[in-house]
């Protein structure tokens, strides 16, 4: 069976996904994972089912630690907007989150990489006709700039659209050390 082609709008297949591909937070969202896997959706309170958290619930997430709050300060996702994927600082004291959204718009994908500090990310386009390929978005990451990638933090890379991509960006992010010394 070949491959179906990734559609980034197609409807969420279930309430689940629904509800798991609008939370900001990376905390939030593999809390809420687990939490209806364990006791189903209808036992997580709906202030914690929120795309944007008042600064209260914002603060109270981080008084359990900093990281809590990572994700949680990305702009709100734009009307059509879908998040495609994102990189996370695994292991920096706030684990900053940087997003790749995108919008069909008059028969293309119009591409946007936000970040929770308003940083102006240069792409190297901002419009494509079919969706990437897990390697060419790998590569689009790589070729922004500033570019998201060039940290001495661990990444970590997740999508709801694509498998395999933590692999390829760890592989992406060796060969570029190995160049390097």
Known sequence: MANQPINYFRPARTAVETVIRRIKGDYRKAFITEAIKQDGLKSIPSQWLEHELDETFKMALMSRGPRNR???DLPDLEDGEVEVARLSLANSVHGEAT????CYTCGQIRLRLVDEYQTEFELPHNLITVAFSAAELVEFFAACKPCPLETDCQLRIAS????GLQELLDARLEREGSDDE
């Open 70 to 72: 990572g994700g949680e």
């Open 99 to 102: 997003s790749l959204r995108a």
């Open 160 to 163: 709801p659209f694509y498998e």
